[in-house]
């Protein structure tokens, strides 16, 4: 289990300061598929950096399990071994292939190029871009770069797998494949999801959604069933 427990983060000093998260709390139990919605400013962003530990909380900690991520571990290499981003912007080395780019994050784990090559291209499979693989990422479409980040984000095979937007910047047909990709993972491997949106229908396919406003939990909704869920919704 991943909790946030007690974070505050502020920006600034003084006059200047600001709080975009206020003492924010929820646990999000391993395997489960958590929505996290909120207005432009909200707090989204920030609350999942601090989750991830690319960013520190002023106040508050983060736990897996029982251990800080913060105090008792190497921050780095927590991430590194458990955690998968994606982010809405997608941060490819254009210049560079598209197994490359999936490669990555195996490559700053020290594993081999043989055993990389292989492991980047079963996550490009996963991700229905097989063929791409030798093509620079800068020649591939907005829905195509999405797929290459997910797989890039899949490849070490997280527990946990963050998403900022991942679904922002596609239309609503790659926008729906891209989706269904990470609750195919939720379902076949217990990926626990965090996923950041605006798309309501999408927040509403997770099984707890939490509202943010002006940094502060408004609402935190668990669905007992996912079915029941959809059924209702
Ligand atoms: N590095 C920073 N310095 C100052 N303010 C920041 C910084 N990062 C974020 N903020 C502010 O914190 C608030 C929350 O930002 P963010 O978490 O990115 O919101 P969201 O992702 O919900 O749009 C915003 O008002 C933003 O301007
Ligand atoms: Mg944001």
Request: hydrophobic residues 35%; positive net charge.
């Amino acid at each position: 289990m991943l909790s946030i427990q007690s974070v505050t983060k502020t920006y600034g000093k003084k006059d200047n300061k600001f709080t975009a998260l206020d003492n924010v709390s929820a646990d999000f139990e391993a395997g489960t598929t958590n929505a996290i919605i909120g207005k432009s400013g909200s707090g989204k962003s920030t609350m999942l950096h601090i989750m991830t530990g690319l960013d520190r909380p002023s106040s508050g900690d983060i736990k897996d399990g029982e251990a800080s991520i913060f105090q008792k571990t190497d921050t780095d290499k927590w991430r590194g071994e458990n955690v998968g981003i994606i982010f809405q912007s997608f941060f490819l080395q254009g210049n560079d292939s598209v197994v490359e780019n999936v490669a990555l994050p195996l490559k700053l784990k020290g594993v081999n190029r043989r055993a990389r090559n292989k492991q980047a291209m079963e996550a490009l499979e996963q991700v229905g871009l097989l063929d791409k693989a030798k093509n620079k990422a800068k020649d591939l479409s907005g829905g195509q770069k999405q797929r290459v980040a997910i797989a890039r984000a899949l490849v070490t095979k997280p527990k946990i797998l963050v998403a900022d937007e991942p679904t922002g910047n596609l239309d609503s047909e790659n926008g729906a494949a891209v989706e269904n990709l990470l609750f195919e993972l939720n379902q076949k491997l217990g990926t626990t999801l965090l996923i950041v949106t605006h798309d309501l229908d999408l927040a509403k396919r997770c099984s707890r959604v939490i509202f943010l406003k002006d940094g502060q939990v408004k609402k935190d909704i668990a669905k007992k069933h996912h079915d029941e869920g959809e059924k209702n919704a």
